[in-house]
């Protein structure tokens, strides 16, 4: 058989050029020995789950502290799956959370174009080679010549696929062959495998370890009817050329590694390193599974923006996910730059990496105790103004006000800093009591109607905006007093039958009409930062709706 002439019938690509220009066109990176250059390549689905950071942020470590290079390069071989608009949100979520590519979609870089749709040149070039050294042929075969094949192999317990006597395109002669050409049939170019699946090799993973590999025997397809590359293609191509070094992909390609070993050695390109990571699960009831984007909403990316997590926080705890080491590093340096800590692929999780909301939220409290009023306000702002409500937006117009409120919130300047903040979203939830436009108190008192006015109207009459905390603390025990509530909280434990209540609970009652809380911080700074006006008038509407 003629296989230059049956390449050319079958690929007639002209912008095609020789091979080597490829290779002088995308030539070994000059970097320095041990530097690893990786990859993010995902579909443009418009969909980021918390899975492509996790892989994201494995790769760009590996990458930038070795000192190679990361890039981006989207798989957008599958028309059926894009959305527009896609890579801007791939771009702008990874952002969010600190991840820079070096080069890649959108961006520059010498090792272009980062779109597979847009390297269709280079996959026909290489699929016309194994035509032509006899290492790929096309197949006629319909999805019923497929589904019967199927068929038949479930009923005789035969290992499924299109391999070996199953493969019935792989051995048609010339003659067959241009005559469906002829007749317009559509047709597939698949690898004539030389695989045998009795032979095992032993194959180092970077993350799992020694693992055994099955020789690949599938003739898989590599271009697809409309000459689009399968991703198995796509990826052995694009690798090669853009000089990866080392790929960390999700564990559900580790299946199809033998067909990605073959490939590489039929194109006569150096295999790069792998590293399969496992998929991130959470524990429902008694079941332990994967995150789903369909039912878990904090799968998806867009959820930690939504709720206004802080990108250092979520990235802090994905290293926690990352590397076993990572928290015993961080408990030791808690202020050091994250990117200090020394991330290693040998360390990443082999089975599945537990995600933990509550942990998260941990972490973030953590991370927010940290942070300036100034720069917590920097913060909500930016949240607000995205996701917020106009109301919302509106707390920010004063910023001094909001910062003093934030201070008191997070415990600015206090012995220890309070840790009730977790994210934006609810922070600003939080502090909505500060604001008239969104306090709507459900007043719940521990005492009835008729002594909670009378301790209110009593504090009200003696009421100066001027006291120190001192001086009003003193008026809140006289209130106390005069109404035999205890303010020696000993005599109050010896006897507690004595009283209707202590002094606590006279604060408490304030609280309450003050805020419509029963836990806040410390209530005479909140008096003092909502305004003589404000608390009286709050004050009042207390005892009015009692
Ligand atoms: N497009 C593939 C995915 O999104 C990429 C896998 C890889 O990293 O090679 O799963």
Request: aromatic residues 12%; negative net charge; proline residues 4%.
């Amino acid at each position: 058989m003629d296989l230059n002439k049956l390449a050319d019938a079958l690929i007639p690509d002209e912008n095609i050029k020789p091979l080597e220009e490829y290779e002088k066109l995308y030539p070994e990176r000059a970097l320095e020995k041990g530097a690893q250059v990786t990859r993010l390549a995902p579909s443009p689905t418009g969909f980021m789950h918390i899975g492509n950071l996790y892989v994201a942020l494995a790769n760009e470590r590996i990458a930038h502290q070795s000192g190679g290079v990361f890039y981006l390069r989207i798989e957008d071989t599958d028309e059926k799956r894009k959305v527009e608009g896609a890579v801007e949100v791939i771009h702008k979520s990874l952002k969010y959370f600190g991840v820079k590519f070096d080069e890649g979609a959108d961006l520059c870089g010498d090792y272009g174009p980062y779109y597979q749709r847009q390297r269709a040149e280079i996959y026909h070039a290489y699929a016309k080679e194994l035509i032509r050294k006899g290492l790929a042929y096309p197949c006629f075969c319909t999805e019923e010549d497929l589904e019967k094949t199927r068929e038949y192999q479930t009923e005789n317990k035969l290992l499924p696929g299109y391999y070996g006597e199953y493969a019935k395109c792989r051995n048609l002669s010339e003659a067959e062959i241009y005559e469906n050409l002829k007749a317009g049939k559509p047709y597939v170019i698949r690898l004539r495998s030389q695989g045998d699946v009795s032979v095992k090799h032993t194959f180092r993973d970077e993350v799992k370890g020694e693992i055994t590999v099955t020789e690949n025997n599938q003739d898989v397809v590599i271009l697809k009817s409309d000459g689009i590359p399968t991703y198995h293609f796509a990826h052995a191509i694009d690798d090669h050329f853009m000089r990866t070094t080392l790929v960390i992909r999700g564990e559900e390609w580790l299946s199809s590694l033998p067909i990605h070993i073959e490939l590489f050695k039929v194109l006569g390109f150096r295999l790069p390193k792998y590293g399969h990571n496992c998929s991130i699960q959470k524990i429902d009831g008694e079941t332990r599974r994967k995150l789903s984007k369909r039912k878990d909403p904090e799968a998806s990316l867009n959820y930690y923006r939504e709720q206004g997590y802080h990108p250092e926080a979520v990235r802090t705890y994905m290293m926690t996910l990352l590397n076993s080491n990572f928290e015993e590093w961080l408990l030791k340096f808690p202020d050091k730059p994250l990117d200090e800590f020394k991330y290693s692929i040998g360390k990443m999780g082999k089975s599945g990496a537990l995600f933990d909301i509550v942990k998260l939220n941990d972490i973030s409290k953590t991370y927010m105790a940290k942070l300036s009023e100034t720069e917590a306000y920097d913060f909500f702002k930016a949240w607000a103004d995205e996701f917020g409500s106009e109301t919302q937006r509106a707390y920010f117009a004063d910023k001094e006000y909001l910062c003093k409120v934030l201070a008191l919130c997070m415990g600015v300047g206090g012995k220890k800093r309070r840790k009730d903040f977790i994210c934006a979203k609810q922070a600003v939830e939080f502090v909505s009591y500060f604001f008239d436009e969104t306090f709507s108190p459900e007043y719940a008192y521990r005492f009835d109607n008729a002594t909670v006015k009378k301790i209110l109207n009593d504090f009200v009459s003696v009421y100066d905006h001027a006291d120190d905390c001192s001086a009003w603390f003193e008026k809140v025990k006289a209130v106390a007093s005069a109404n035999g509530f205890a303010t020696d909280m000993k005599a109050y434990k010896a006897n507690p039958e004595n009283y209707p209540g202590n002094v606590s609970d006279i604060a408490e009652m304030l609280r309450v009409a003050t805020t419509g809380l029963t836990n806040t911080p410390d209530l005479w700074t909140i008096m003092q930062i909502l305004g003589k006006d404000r608390t009286l008038v709050r004050l009042q509407t207390a005892i009015n709706a009692l």
